[in-house]
């Protein structure tokens, strides 16, 4: 199991290292693109949080099911709770930069999510 979380923790860092490149790209090749000029702080945010969460998950993955669910539930809604209010404070700050904040926010936080279900689910059978 160990060695699984591991190999997993090591390919997400992967997934991560290959957004990083693909976001400097789109900057540098599409230089009017949404993309918010704050990227790096908002894509390293992530993959902590992120991996905060996962590692938390994984405490409750051996567990029954309902008590699986409800910290999967719990977590996710804090960070919710959390994104949002970053989400709205940065919006209040920087009004001119507001959308295109929201977006990439959106978009890395969508990326990052969607890895950390699949690689959960994917520990989850194995258990």
Same mark, same amino acid.
């Given at each position: 199991m160990k060695s699984q979380?591991?190999?997993t923790l090591f390919s997400f860092t992967l997934y991560f290292i290959a957004i990083v490149l693909a976001?400097?790209?789109i900057q540098y090749s599409l230089?009017?693109?949404p993309i918010s000029s704050t990227w790096p702080y908002i894509l390293v945010f992530l993959y902590v949080f992120t991996l905060i969460a996962f590692v938390i998950l994984l405490k409750y993955i051996e567990s029954r099911i309902s008590m699986f669910a409800n910290?999967?539930?719990l977590v996710n809604f804090g960070k *919710?709770? #959390?994104f949002t209010a970053i989400i709205l404070i940065y919006?209040?700050?920087n009004r001119a930069e507001a959308i295109s904040f929201t977006i990439t926010f959106f978009a890395y936080y *969508?990326? #990052?999510t969607t890895y950390e279900i699949i690689a959960l689910l994917r520990i989850?059978?194995?258990t």
């Amino acid at each position: 199991m160990k060695s699984q979380i591991k190999s997993t923790l090591f390919s997400f860092t992967l997934y991560f290292i290959a957004i990083v490149l693909a976001s400097f790209i789109i900057q540098y090749s599409l230089p009017n693109s949404p993309i918010s000029s704050t990227w790096p702080y908002i894509l390293v945010f992530l993959y902590v949080f992120t991996l905060i969460a996962f590692v938390i998950l994984l405490k409750y993955i051996e567990s029954r099911i309902s008590m699986f669910a409800n910290a999967f539930m719990l977590v996710n809604f804090g960070k *919710l709770i #959390l994104f949002t209010a970053i989400i709205l404070i940065y919006a209040w700050f920087n009004r001119a930069e507001a959308i295109s904040f929201t977006i990439t926010f959106f978009a890395y936080y *969508l990326a #990052l999510t969607t890895y950390e279900i699949i690689a959960l689910l994917r520990i989850q059978k194995k258990t």
